[in-house]
């Protein structure tokens, strides 16, 4: 392992005091060098954050009363903004078919690698990746050489082969504190890993894992939140998202609070158990949305049908199941790359359906 792409990053965030280590290492490598280079953050960070551009978090909501109300909030945005255009159909296209999804013209990812960033407690419980999240980054690696994957190639103009990888990762010990975590405290952890490692643009997404028991919040009104402790902010699971820093220019990202719990977790019995296969099912899901419309305004259904109105090609294959009087993703079994996971389809214009491989005839 080549001790110059390794970065030990120290660092303090102002708004959440995350007093934290950032190992940054090549995926596939066990462990770092002693002689990694130290870098000290500077409150530059979380100025940027602060001064960035930022989407419309486009959230995962909860399989719960909260996050069926986000949905409905989502909607009659969605739907506000449309009518304030003059034609009450965004874009002005009227679909053939209720399901299909419609380019607004917006980019996609005709490449990508993923990082995968680890947050961990600067004291108390820690996690090994393993027990907290499973394997994320042999999913996405499984992802990549699918014929899942290929479900995208219709929406991205490319059929070849190996376009999405899985580059290093991160491990960012913080010290949590009494209040949730923001999506800005997010923010400035991706822009201090992105700008010590060059990975930013449309060709990297940055997948930010938190702990069991961290809550985190679109901002500091603290009224949207991933909250299993507090059920009325409990609105979503994960989120996908963009940010324009003022130094680094545009990176990607996708946020995933701890998933086996109600309100996130697929249902029970699934091949890998539902730790790993509730974390997958939500990778899976924020992973399509952010290549096809990692900037809130590519590809979606903008239909008059109410249920599908917003949504991406994830959203429209994500079933619930009721079993005890719990809701959970229901997910099929399939083979994605060398492995058997539970998660959930996605969307195919060419098929018309939901599907698991690109259509007959392509990759």
Request: net charge negative; aromatic share 10%; charged share 15%.
């Amino acid at each position: 392992m080549r001790t110059d792409t390794l970065f030990l990053l120290k660092f303090s965030i102002v708004a959440a005091t995350i007093a934290t280590l950032v190992a940054v290492i090549p995926a596939q490598a066990q462990s770092s060098s002693p002689d990694e280079p130290t870098i000290q953050l500077t409150p530059a960070d979380h100025s940027a954050a602060i001064g960035a551009k930022v989407g419309v978090h486009h959230a995962y909501p909860a399989n719960n009363a909260a996050g069926r109300a986000l949905r409905a909030r989502q909607i009659a945005e969605r739907r506000r903004m449309n009518n304030a255009s003059g034609d009450g159909n965004f874009g002005g296209t009227i679909l053939q078919y209720t399901g299909d999804v419609t380019s607004l013209g917006g980019n996609v990812l005709t490449s990508a690698v993923s990082h995968a960033i680890y947050l961990q407690r600067q004291t108390g419980s820690q996690c090994t990746i393993g027990t907290c999240w499973g394997d994320p980054e042999g999913f996405l690696r499984d992802l990549g050489n699918s014929d899942f994957i290929h479900v995208i190639d219709q929406y991205v103009g490319l059929r070849d082969a190996n376009r999405y990888t899985v580059g290093f990762h991160a491990t960012v010990n913080y010290t949590p504190q009494a209040t949730p975590l923001l999506d800005s405290d997010i923010q400035a952890v991706v822009h201090a890993v992105a700008t010590h490692t060059g990975a930013s643009g449309y060709g990297h997404i940055f997948h930010v894992f938190l702990p069991p028991g961290q809550d985190e919040c679109f901002d500091s009104t603290l009224s949207e939140c991933y909250s299993p402790d507090n059920p009325a902010t409990f609105y979503f699971c994960a989120y996908h998202d963009y940010a324009d820093f003022p130094d680094i220019g545009h990176v990607i990202y996708t946020v995933h609070p701890y998933a086996n719990l109600p309100g996130c977790q697929v249902q029970p019995g699934t091949p890998n158990g539902e730790l790993v296969d509730s974390t997958d099912d939500i990778v899976n899901h924020e992973t399509f949305e952010a290549i096809t419309d990692p900037d809130l305004d590519a590809w979606r259904n903008e239909s008059g049908a109410a249920y599908l109105f917003t949504d991406e090609i994830a959203d429209e294959c994500q079933l619930l199941v009721v079993l005890d009087g719990e809701y959970y993703n229901d997910v099929p079994t399939f083979l994605i790359g060398a492995h058997r996971y539970a998660v959930q389809l996605v969307y195919s214009n060419e098929q018309h359906a939901c599907s698991s491989a690109a259509s007959k005839g392509n990759p």
